[in-house]
């Protein structure tokens, strides 16, 4: 009991108004990022590319200015070198074997329910066009926009806010809940079946950072990991090398 008072009394509380206000200006951030290289390129594969990782930039620029005002960065940025690096990597080992099958029985419970089967065909198209887009697309989404990119704004900024927020403060599971929820909707493109696997592994990457006490670096090594094997089994599947 005393370690948990001494653990909330580190945490600054939090206004629901500017917890609002900061979680809009980041979603701004992000969705006016993202227009011009589509309105510059189309929506070809450099136009899309360089939307996923502008929008990115920015929503993390504008996140890092609200995390240093409240003199909170380091702590929801947790990405100082780990202490135990064994650990970390068993801990990202873990993750990437753990989310893999995420994918595997999301697929099985998505049929089950009659939803229609997770569509990431406009993306694939882009990652199999040729060999430099699949290399553009491990190095820039994979690892930099997803991997550490998607874990500094889910796993890092919105966590910590949420878990400062008045009536939350230094609750973990609601925030991991609420995180992960929000994690999974901007994935409603792929269907609904997309957003219900993407917030499930959304919740088990908060696990994840919770594990390794608050580093999020098993979390950016196994996100980047899943990506770059989802990618690479699509383009091996283009060149015909999976049948």
Request: contains cysteine.
């Amino acid at each position: 009991m005393k370690q948990r008072s001494l653990a909330r009394n580190r945490l600054r509380r939090l206004s629901w108004l500017r917890f609002v206000l900061q979680l809009a200006t980041v979603a701004l951030a992000y969705f006016i990022a993202s227009i011009p290289p589509i309105l510059l390129f189309g929506e070809t594969n450099v136009g899309v590319l360089g939307s996923v990782v502008a929008s990115m930039v920015a929503a993390l620029l504008v996140a890092r200015l609200w995390l240093a005002s409240d003199n909170c960065l380091q702590q929801a940025w947790n990405i100082r070198p780990p202490i135990n690096i064994g650990r970390t990597l068993g801990l990202a080992a873990l993750g990437t074997g753990a989310i893999i099958a995420l994918f595997v029985l999301g697929d099985i419970v998505i049929d089950r329910l009659g939803l229609p089967p997770i569509d990431v065909s406009l993306v694939m198209d882009y990652v199999t066009e040729s060999p430099l887009s699949f290399g553009l697309w491990i190095v820039l989404v994979a690892w930099l926009a997803a991997g550490f990119g998607e874990e500094l704004l889910y796993r890092g900024f919105l966590m910590d806010r949420l878990m400062r927020l008045r009536g939350m403060r230094g609750r973990k599971w609601p925030a991991a809940i609420i995180q992960a929820a929000l994690f999974g909707l901007p994935h409603i493109y792929q269907g609904w079946g997309g957003v219900l696997v993407t917030a499930s592994i959304g919740l088990f990457l908060a696990w994840l950072r919770f594990a390794n006490r608050g580093n999020l670096w098993a979390c950016i090594l196994a996100h980047a990991a899943v990506d770059t094997i989802m990618l690479t089994l699509a383009y091996s599947h283009s060149l015909g090398w999976l049948g």
